[in-house]
């Protein structure tokens, strides 16, 4: 893997506190718009369909998310991108904001919505926490970066703003609502067609799917995510660094990098299953 750093954007303004809140405990879901350069994204997505390749080679490297849709969970020095994305103002900003100053980096990964792949179901990525139902908390967060533009027909990601606080906890899963209120989602639903560039932030718990992807183009998406320093999300991966790649981390990124320090890489056996996504027909 190529060593060099792509050229990104990366803005000094002061980016608003109330703003960031009231967007994630609202709708649950903000962007940034042209946080990096096309260049920076071009290398990031070379290096994803490098490690798409290889996890789908190895057992175990690649977690079905629906028809020919896959998640693969990564290093972070696998991507040359890595120390730009965490260090990005935005995503230190929107961290530090909803997750409080001692937030921690989880997860790193990416989702591949290949051509063929069928409408998700409604869901949401894990239970809601007490935290969330109980304290009306938010202490989790996704990152999503793009690699292509996203165009109608290449399967955009459908959220339903505000439900990141509806309580499931009456129905049989926590995580998948009945299809009786499908139409209260299919009400709220915004597609979204992120450019190369833009990041978005979310809360995993707004009711989201991925729909068909009926061109003839995959899109890929990375996936960052962060929590809080009482959420348990860690538990569902396995951060993993070699000690020089963590010893020439700068110590910004250090204090938030919740990871496993190892001499050399293992091949990551994903563990976080979605359980219906699977098997996604809906």
């Known amino acids: ?10 803005p000094t303004q002061q980016f608003d506190t109330a703003d960031i809140m009231r967007g994630l405990y609202g709708d649950g879901i903000i962007g940034c718009k042209g946080a990096f350069s096309r260049e920076w994204v071009q290398a990031l997505r070379e290096d994803v369909d490098i490690l798409y390749r290889e996890a789908l080679q ?3 490297g690649a977690l079905n998310r629906g028809p020919n849709r896959h998640y693969v969970e990564i290093a972070p020095q696998s991507i040359r991108g890595f120390v730009d994305l965490v260090s990005h103002p935005w995503v230190i900003e929107v961290c530090r904001a909803v997750l409080g100053p001692d937030y921690k980096i989880v997860e790193i990964g990416f989702d591949v919505p ?40 290449m399967g955009p990601f459908e959220i339903a703003p505000g439900t990141q606080w509806d309580d499931l906890s009456a129905f049989d899963d926590p995580m998948f609502p009945p299809k009786s209120l499908y139409p209260r989602y299919e ?5 979204k067609l992120p450019k190369m560039g833009d990041i978005s932030a979310r809360s995993a718990l707004a009711i989201h799917r991925g729909t068909a992807n009926l061109s003839n183009k995959a899109r890929p998406v990375l996936v960052l995510g962060a929590d809080a320093p009482d959420a348990r999300n860690s538990e569902k991966h396995d ?6 790649f963590y010893a020439n981390l ?6 938030h990098l919740h990871c496993r320090i ?7 056996v994903q563990a976080h299953t979605i359980g219906r996504l699977e098997v996604a027909d809906a």
């Not at 951060?239 to 020089?244: A, G, I, P, Y």
């Not at 700068?250 to 204090?255: A, N």
Request: charged share 25%.
């Open 262 to 268: 190892v001499d050399d890489l293992s091949p990551l």
């Open 114 to 153: 290949n051509p063929g792949a069928l409408n998700q179901p409604w869901h949401r990525d894990f239970p809601s926490p007490l935290a969330t139902t109980a304290g009306r908390r938010l202490n989790s967060l996704a990152f999503n970066v793009t690699t292509v533009d996203v165009e109608e027909d």
């Open 239 to 244: 951060l993993q660094v070699t000690r020089s």
């Open 250 to 255: 700068p110590e910004t990124v250090r204090r």
């Open 1 to 10: 893997m190529t060593t060099h750093k792509p050229t990104s954007s990366m």
């Open 187 to 191: 009400a709220r639903m915004q597609r």
């Open 58 to 60: 190895r057992p175990g």
